[in-house]
C-alpha cells in the first residue's frame, strides 16, 4: 500500500472509530417502514423481511422514523403519532393528516436539536375548497415521556402561511447545501402553483418559493398520487387533472424553483386513474404506476428521464409490469424499489432499477408481510446522504471499471477491490478506478469517501468475476525461410477465435489453429460463452541460413596466449558448434564448444610449431550451413606474468606500506607502471610506498623486455585491497553519584572509558594528588571544592590515539547538615473547665511543607497542621512530632517538640434556691432576688437589675421567665443556675 492510501486509510479508520455517528452515517434512518393495515417491514438484518407489529392502520399516508442505527423512534399516518412502544404519545392524536388521502404527512429531523423533529401535515377535506386548510407542522421531542418523545406543548399543528389551498401532494426533498429541506406542495383552486417552503436551523420559513404550473384547475383532488423529487434533486414529476397526466419539471434544489418541461399521458390510451411514481437512484429511469387502488388494474412503466423532449420521454415507455390493483412505488435504501399493493400481504419489487427495459426484473409476490396487508401507502423518506458503487466488466484479466455514485461528491476516495493477493493494487485513490482480477469468483469491494465538510461514509458490495478462456500459445519460435509452423490455442466449447497480426491489429484468421511461414508477433482472441475473453501473443521469426563471414580463416599465436577468435555470420543471432583435433606438434588446450568467441588458451611444449585445427559450423535458430575450417598455427613462447606483495594488511590509519612486484619471464629490464584505483602512481620501480587509505586497490602492469612470442605482455599483476583500521581515540569521563553531597557523607565516582579496551588502567587524583587504587570507581568523603578526575591508559595495543586519556574534572559542592527542631506554646495556660486552649507549633528546618504529629498524653491526636486546639483537663501533657519536607542533609528528623502541660481551673458549683414567692403579677411592687450560692453572683432575666438583683414585674411582662444566677470565682471561672417565675 502506497504512504498516501495508507495513511488516507488510517485517518479514515481513526476518524470511524472515534466520532461514531458524526463521522459515518450508516443511513439506517429508513430500515423501519410500518404502513397498511398494521403491515410493516425491516431492511436492518440485510434483505427486507416482515414486522410483526404496527398498530396503525392507513389507506395511503405514512411515515416512519429511526435512529442511524436503525432503532424505530416513532411512526405516524398523519393523525395519530405512535412511540416505539407501538403506543400512542401523550399529546399524539387528532392530527390534521387525511389517512385516506396522498403524501398528506411527512418528517424533517430539526438541524439544530438531534432529538427533535418536524411532522408535517395537510388537511384536506372534499370538496368544500373553503375547508380543507392546508399544511402544518407540530413538534415531536424525543426526549419527552421519559425518551418515548410526545409532541412539545404549544407546538402542535401549526399552520404553514400560504397554503389554505393545498390539499394533498406534499413532498419533502434536501436543499443543495445537503442540511437544509424543501416541503414543496401544490396549490390548487385559484393559485395553481408550487409552494416550496425551506426548513432551516431557523425554523419553516415564512415566505415559499412559488413557481409555476402548467395546469390550471379548481378541483381539489385528494388522491391524485404521488409528486416526486429525483435523487440528483434536478427533477420534480407531479400528476395533474385531468388525473391521467403527468407534469414533468425541472427542480433546483439550491434556489427551490420548478420549472414546467413538458405533460405526458400515461400507457397507449391515458385513461383516467390515479399515479405513482419513483426514480431509480441513479434519477435515469422514472417508473410510474397507473389504476385504481379498488377499481382498476395497473400497469406500471419505465421512462427514460433524462430524455430531451417529451416525444423522446414518451418514445421511451416501455410496459415492464402488471398488478391487478393500483401500486405505490417507494425507492429502498438498497436501490430497488418497492411496490404497496391495496389488499395484498406481499409487496412487489423492481430488483434492478438502474437497468433500462425489462432488464429491470419486475417482480410480483417478493416480500411477504407476517401481519395485515397493504393499502397503497409506503412510508415517505427524507434521505440526507447516500453512497453507491457503479461497476462494468466482470471478466478475469479484464479491467472492471468502478465510479462512485454519492451525494454529495466526495471530496477523497479510497477503493478496497477485495483482492489483497494483488499487492498495491488492491487499493486506489482515483474516483474512476479500474482493477483487474487475475482469478474468477466472488469478490466484496469496499468504498469510502470523505466530504469537504470532513464527513466520511462507506459502502461495499459483492461483485462475481468470472473465468475466460487461457490460450496458450507456448514459446517464441524461429524458422528457416521456407518452412511454416501452426500454431494452436487449445480447444474450447463455446468459444470464438480471433489471430491478429501486431502492431497493425490485422486479422489473420478465425479457427482454433493458425498456420503460417510470415514472421511477426500474432495474437489470438478467444471469446468464451461468457464474452469474456482470454489473450495470448506469440513472436515467429524467419531465419535464413548463416554463413560464416571471417576472413582469413586461419590465425597464429604464441604458446600460451588465447586463441581469440570472434566468429561473424550473416545472420546477427547465429550460434557456432565447433570441433578442435590437433593437426601437428604438441600442442593442449583445445576442446570442442559453442558460441560467438573461440576463446581457448593453447600451449606448445614443443620447440616448433604445432598446428590446431577447428571445424565451424554456423546455427541460427533452427538454420545450419556449410561447416568450415580455421587452423591455428601455435609457435613455442613464454608467458609472462607479474605479483605484488604488501609490506603489511591490514594497516592503521596514516601507516605507510611498501608494495613489492614480483616479475615472471620479466627479462632483464622489465618496465613497471603502479596503479592506485586504477590511477597511475609511483614510478617505474618494482617497490612502491604509500600511506593507503580502506580500499584502496593496488596493482601494477608490468612490460617485458622480451620482445618475441611472449605471452601476456604486458602483464597485469594480483591487485591487493587494503585495510586501513581508523585510529581510535581514548577518552574517559567521570561522574559523581552526587553532587552537591552533604557534608560528611562518601561520594563514589565511576569512570567511563572509551576504546579503553578489555583492561584499562585508572590513576584517580584528588586536588591534583594521587589517590584511590586502580579501578573504574573511587569513594571518599569530599570536602566542598574538591577538584576529582582520572588518568585512564587504554589497554587496546594497536591503532589507538590520545592514551592515555584524561578525564573532565568534578568539582564537589558540600552541603552542611541541617537540624531540624520543634517548640510549641499554648494559648493560654491556666484555663477555666471547658474552655478551649489552641497550641501552635514553630518548626526550625522543617521545609516548605513539614508535616506535625500532635499527642494529648502520649497518644496521637489532631490533624497535620502547625496548630492544634482542643478543650484540656488538667494536668494534661501536649507535644508533638515534626517531619520536615527537606529531604537532603537534615538531623534529627522527626524532631520531638517540649512538652506543655495545662493547668485547668474548676468553676465554683453554684446553686439558685428560690426564697421568694415565684409567682406574682404584673403589677406587683419590684422585690430583691435571693436564694443564689455562693453569695456575691450576680442575677439577670426579663425585668432583672443585674446591679441591683431587683425584678420588677411590669418591666418583665406578663409569662413565665427563666432567671439566671451566675457566680464568679477569684480565677475568673463562671457557673450558673436558673430558677422559673411566673409573672
Known amino acids: 500500500m502506497n504512504s498516501q492510501i495508507g495513511r488516507w486509510f488510517f485517518s479514515l479508520s481513526v476518524v470511524v472509530l472515534c466520532h461514531g455517528h458524526q463521522s459515518v452515517f450508516s443511513q439506517h434512518e429508513w430500515d423501519n417502514w410500518l404502513f397498511g393495515n398494521q403491515s410493516g417491514i425491516t431492511f436492518k438484518f440485510g434483505p427486507p423481511q416482515g414486522l410483526p407489529t404496527n398498530h396503525l392502520s392507513t389507506q395511503r399516508n405514512t411515515v416512519s422514523v429511526s435512529d442511524s442505527l436503525g432503532n424505530l423512534l416513532f411512526y405516524s399516518n398523519g393523525h395519530q403519532v405512535l412511540n416505539r412502544e407501538h403506543n400512542i404519545m401523550p399529546n399524539g392524536n387528532d392530527l390534521h393528516g387525511n389517512i385516506d388521502c396522498d403524501k398528506s404527512v411527512g418528517v424533517v429531523q430539526k438541524l439544530d436539536d438531534d432529538s427533535s423533529f418536524y411532522l408535517f401535515t395537510m388537511k384536506a377535506q372534499i370538496p368544500t375548497p373553503a375547508d380543507y386548510n392546508g399544511l402544518y407542522y407540530s413538534i415531536i421531542n424525543m426526549r419527552l415521556d421519559g425518551g418515548l418523545g410526545d409532541l412539545e406543548p404549544g407546538q402542535k399543528e401549526i399552520m404553514v402561511q400560504g397554503t389554505n389551498s393545498c390539499p394533498t401532494q406534499m413532498t419533502i426533498v434536501r436543499h443543495k447545501n445537503n442540511r437544509d429541506a424543501w416541503v414543496i406542495v401544490r396549490n390548487v383552486h385559484n393559485e395553481n402553483n408550487y409552494s416550496a417552503y425551506l426548513v432551516t436551523a431557523a425554523g419553516v420559513s415564512l415566505t415559499p418559493v412559488v413557481s409555476p404550473t402548467i395546469f390550471h384547475h379548481n378541483i381539489p383532488v385528494c388522491n391524485p398520487g404521488s409528486m416526486k423529487v429525483s435523487p440528483d434533486g434536478t427533477m420534480l414529476v407531479c400528476p395533474s387533472l385531468p388525473i391521467d397526466t403527468v ?38 429511469y422514472l417508473y ?56 395484498k400481504d406481499s409487496l412487489c419489487v423492481i430488483n434492478n432499477p438502474t437497468v433500462g427495459g425489462i432488464g429491470c426484473d419486475f417482480q410480483l409476490n417478493a416480500i411477504h408481510l407476517i401481519n395485515g396487508n397493504g393499502s397503497q401507502g409506503l412510508p415517505i423518506f427524507l434521505q440526507r446522504y447516500y453512497l453507491y458503487i457503479r461497476d462494468t466488466g466482470n471478466c478475469v484479466n479484464t479491467p472492471v471499471h468502478f465510479s462512485p455514485w454519492t451525494w454529495p461528491p466526495a471530496d477523497s476516495v479510497h477503493w478496497d477491490f477485495g483482492d489483497p493477493a494483488s499487492g498495491s493494487a488492491n487499493y486506489s485513490i482515483l474516483t474512476n478506478a479500474t482493477h483487474s482480477y487475475s482469478q474468477p469468483g466472488t469478490y466484496h469491494i469496499h468504498l469510502f469517501v470523505r466530504h469537504n465538510d470532513n464527513r466520511t461514509d462507506t459502502t461495499s458490495r459483492n461483485i462475481t468475476i468470472l473465468p475466460g478462456p487461457v490460450p496458450l500459445l507456448g514459446p517464441d519460435l524461429s524458422i528457416c525461410t521456407g518452412e511454416s509452423v501452426t500454431f494452436d490455442a487449445g ?10 497480426a501486431l502492431p497493425s491489429g490485422a486479422v489473420v484468421g478465425t479457427a482454433q489453429t493458425l498456420t503460417t511461414s510470415v514472421a511477426g508477433v500474432y495474437e489470438v482472441a478467444v471469446t468464451g460463452p461468457w464474452e469474456c475473453t482470454g489473450r495470448d501473443t506469440v513472436q515467429l521469426s524467419v531465419t535464413d541460413p548463416p554463413v560464416i563471414t571471417n576472413d582469413p580463416l586461419a590465425k597464429t599465436i604464441c604458446s600460451g596466449e588465447s586463441t581469440a577468435i570472434a566468429l561473424s555470420a550473416t545472420v546477427t543471432v547465429t550460434t557456432c558448434y565447433w570441433t578442435a583435433s590437433l593437426t601437428s606438434g604438441t600442442v593442449s588446450g583445445f576442446a570442442p564448444g559453442s558460441g560467438t568467441t573461440i576463446d581457448q588458451v593453447l600451449t606448445n611444449q614443443g620447440t616448433s610449431p604445432g598446428v590446431v585445427t577447428y571445424l565451424i559450423t554456423p546455427v541460427a535458430g533452427s538454420c545450419t550451413d556449410t561447416s568450415v575450417t580455421f587452423p ?57 610506498s604509500y600511506i593507503p587509505v580502506n580500499g584502496d586497490q593496488i596493482m601494477v602492469h608490468c612490460q617485458l623486455s622480451i620482445v618475441n612470442c611472449v605471452s601476456g605482455n604486458p602483464a597485469a599483476s594480483n591487485v591487493v585491497t587494503m585495510t586501513v583500521t581508523p585510529l581510535s581515540p581514548v577518552s574517559v569521563g567521570i561522574l559523581a553519584s552526587a553532587n552537591p553531597a552533604c557534608a560528611g557523607t562518601p561520594v563514589t565516582f565511576t569512570a567511563s572509558p572509551v576504546n579503553g579496551g578489555s583492561n584499562p588502567v585508572f590513576q584517580w587524583m584528588v586536588n591534583g594528588i594521587n589517590a584511590g587504587s586502580n579501578g573504574s570507581t573511587f569513594s571518599y568523603i569530599p570536602a566542598n571544592g574538591d577538584q576529582i578526575m582520572v588518568h585512564c591508559q587504554s589497554s587496546i595495543v594497536n591503532c589507538v590515539s590520545g592514551n592515555p586519556a584524561v578525564s573532565n574534572t568534578v568539582i564537589m559542592t558540600t552541603t552542611s547538615l541541617l537540624s531540624v527542631s520543634v517548640s510549641i506554646s499554648a494559648s493560654a495556660s491556666p484555663v477555666c473547665a471547658g474552655t478551649p486552649v489552641t497550641f501552635t507549633a514553630t518548626p526550625v528546618n522543617g521545609g516548605s511543607t513539614p508535616v506535625f504529629q500532635w499527642m494529648v498524653n502520649g497518644i496521637n491526636t489532631g490533624n497535620d497542621n502547625p496548630t492544634f486546639s482542643y478543650i484540656p483537663a488538667d494536668g494534661d501533657q501536649i507535644i508533638v512530632n515534626c517531619t520536615s519536607s527537606i529531604v537532603n542533609c537534615v538531623t534529627n528528623n522527626p524532631a520531638i517538640s517540649n512538652p506543655v502541660s495545662v493547668t485547668v481551673i474548676p468553676s465554683a458549683e453554684v446553686s439558685f434556691t428560690t426564697c421568694f414567692d415565684t409567682i406574682t403579677t404584673v403589677n406587683a411592687k419590684p422585690f430583691r432576688l435571693k436564694g443564689g450560692l455562693p453569695l456575691g453572683g450576680t442575677y439577670s432575666g426579663p425585668g432583672v437589675n443585674s446591679t441591683t438583683g431587683i425584678f420588677t414585674p411590669s418591666t418583665a411582662g406578663p409569662g413565665t421567665h427563666t432567671i439566671t444566677y451566675t457566680y464568679t470565682n477569684a480565677h475568673g471561672c463562671s457557673s450558673i443556675s436558673h430558677s422559673l417565675l411566673r409573672n
Not at 480447444?491 to 491478429?500: A, D, E, P, Q
Not at 605479483?643 to 632483464?668: E, K, L, Q, Y
Request: hydrophobic share 35%; with cysteine.
Open 288 to 343: 410510474l404506476s397507473d389504476g385504481d387502488w379498488t377499481y382498476q388494474p395497473s400497469n406500471i412503466y419505465q421512462y427514460d428521464a433524462k430524455a430531451k423532449d417529451s416525444a423522446s420521454f414518451k418514445q421511451s415507455e416501455v410496459l415492464v409490469g402488471h398488478c391487478s390493483h393500483g401500486v405505490h412505488l417507494q425507492l429502498a435504501q438498497d436501490g430497488k424499489i418497492y411496490g404497496d399493493i391495496s389488499g
Open 491 to 500: 480447444h474450447c466449447t463455446g468459444c470464438s477465435y480471433l489471430w491478429s
Open 632 to 688: 591455428v598455427t601455435v609457435n613455442p613462447g613464454e608467458a609472462v606474468g607479474v605479483a605484488i606483495s604488501a609490506s603489511v594488511n591490514p594497516v592503521c590509519d596514516g601507516t605507510p606500506v611498501t608494495f613489492t612486484a614480483s616479475p615472471v619471464n620479466g627479462g632483464s629490464n622489465p618496465v613497471f607502471q603502479w596503479m592506485v584505483n586504477g590511477i597511475n602512481a609511483g614510478s617505474n620501480s618494482p617497490t612502491f
Open 247 to 284: 407534469e414533468f419539471c425541472r427542480f433546483n434544489s439550491e434556489t427551490g424553483q420548478v420549472t414546467p418541461l413538458f405533460s405526458f399521458k400515461v400507457g397507449p390510451w391515458g385513461w383516467g386513474s390515479w399515479m405513482y411514481m419513483e426514480f431509480s437512484r441513479d434519477s435515469h
